[in-house]
C-alpha cells in the first residue's frame, strides 16, 4: 500500500521560512516526478514546484529564487524549503508523485501553511 504524507506546515510572519517535507511508503519516491501544489479556496491547485526522476528542478515563477526543492533517496523523501515568504503563499500544500508504467498518480493529505503580513 502506498503512502503519501506531508508535514511541517505552520503559521509564520511575512519574510519568514518553512520547511515542508513528503513522506513515501511503500514506493520509492527517487523514481517518481515529485511536485508540490498549492491550493487556496475556490481556486485550483497550482504548480509550485517539480522534481522528475533525473533529477531536475523548476519552479514556479512566483517562489522562484526562494523556494528550495530537494529530494532524499534514501529516506524517500522530498523537502520544500520555503524563505522569505509572503502573504500570497498563505494555502494547503500538496505532494504528488507520478510514476510511468504502469501510469500512476498519488496524492498527499496536505499541510496548511499561513503567512500574516
Known amino acids: 500500500q502506498v503512502e503519501v504524507e506531508e508535514s511541517g506546515g505552520g503559521s509564520v510572519q511575512s519574510g519568514g521560512s518553512l520547511r515542508l517535507s513528503c513522506a513515501a511508503a511503500?514506493?520509492?519516491?527517487?523514481?517518481?516526478?515529485a511536485s508540490w501544489y498549492r491550493q487556496v479556496p475556490e481556486k485550483q491547485r497550482e504548480l509550485v514546484a517539480k522534481?522528475?526522476?533525473?533529477?531536475?528542478?523548476t519552479y514556479s515563477n512566483s517562489v522562484e529564487g526562494r523556494f528550495t526543492l530537494t529530494r532524499d533517496d534514501f529516506d524517500s523523501r522530498m523537502y520544500l524549503q520555503m524563505n522569505s515568504l509572503e502573504p500570497e503563499d498563505t494555502g494547503v500544500y500538496y505532494c504528488?508523485?507520478?510514476?510511468?508504467?504502469?501510469?500512476?498518480?498519488?496524492w498527499g493529505q496536505g499541510t496548511q501553511v499561513t503567512v500574516s503580513s
Open positions: 504528488k508523485l507520478e510514476f510511468a508504467r504502469p501510469d500512476r498518480i498519488y
Open positions: 511503500g514506493i520509492s519516491l527517487r523514481f517518481a516526478t
Open positions: 522534481i522528475t526522476d533525473a533529477g531536475v528542478t
